[in-house]
T-cell receptor, first 114, second 114 residues
Framework: GQQLNQSPQSMFIQEGEDVSMNCTSSSIFNTWLWYKQEPGEGPVLLIALYKAGELTSNGRLTAQFGITRKDSFLNISASIPSDVGIYFCAGQGFLSGSARQLTFGSGTQLTVLP | GAGVSQTPSNKVTEKGKYVELRCDPISGHTALYWYRQSLGQGPEFLIYFQGTGAADDSGLPNDRFFAVRPEGSVSTLKIQRTERGDSAVYLC????????????FGQGTRLTVV
């Protein structure tokens, strides 16, 4: 099935550093979501974006919904060890019919070194 | 319940056998989704229920896969004549429905077909 282009695939950073990851798509999405997944668990919602150009923060996390509706980025500031995990972007079409399903990126594996 | 619950957490089955995977969504959530996640990939959409009916089953890979939600709450994903390629983590998610599309995931069922 279709997946979004998410980069980077993996990141190794020092504790305290900032992190940035992004997603691009050939399709327009109405909603962008960012999830974090830890081993043996399901994805946990971090941030939801509903408007083109929207910039939303959740603690040390900041995400933006691209103006073209085809991209989004997630920033994590001042990383800490518990930020370790796989981060997924997900796009959702308009709220009719099949567009309600989420299309996921392939994930960014984040490792935070002490 | 407090969150989406999936049972079993792990299932090992022999090739050719039939399996059922269960999902208990968050109480009151009308929308329910099944996704499949292969190693190193993001989740891929299988089927979406709004209430009791399957609003979109376009992600089911073939007719060996079927899902039901007879009372609009618990859902069961059924896989007939399992194949080794069916091995994956099967994730269930629920959302309140309507304009609120934020989906909350269960921990998943890891299916291994040997």
């Amino acid at each position: 099935g279709q997946q979004l282009n998410q980069s980077p695939q993996s990141m190794f950073i020092q504790e305290g550093e900032d992190v940035s990851m992004n997603c691009t798509s050939s399709s327009i999405f109405n909603t962008w979501l960012w999830y974090k997944q830890e081993p043996g668990e399901g994805p946990v919602l971090l941030i939801a974006l509903y408007k083109a150009g929207e910039l939303t923060s959740n603690g040390r996390l900041t995400a933006q919904f691209g103006i073209t509706r085809k991209d989004s980025f997630l920033n994590i500031s001042a990383s800490i060890p518990s930020d370790v995990g796989i981060y997924f972007c997900a796009g959702q079409g308009f709220l009719s019919g099949s567009a309600r399903q989420l299309t996921f990126g392939s994930g960014t594996q984040l490792t935070v070194l002490p | 319940g407090a969150g989406v619950s999936q049972t079993p957490s792990n299932k090992v089955t022999e090739k050719g056998k039939y399996v059922e995977l269960r999902c208990d969504p968050i109480s009151g959530h009308t929308a329910l989704y099944w996704y499949r996640q292969s190693l190193g990939q993001g989740p891929e959409f299988l089927i979406y229920f709004q209430g009791t009916g399957a609003a979109d089953d376009s992600g089911l890979p073939n007719d060996r896969f079927f899902a039901v939600r007879p009372e609009g709450s618990v859902s069961t994903l059924k896989i007939q004549r399992t194949e080794r390629g069916d091995s994956a983590v099967y994730l269930c998610a629920s959302s309140p429905g309507g304009a609120n599309t934020e989906a909350f995931f269960g921990q998943g069922t890891r299916l291994t077909v040997v």
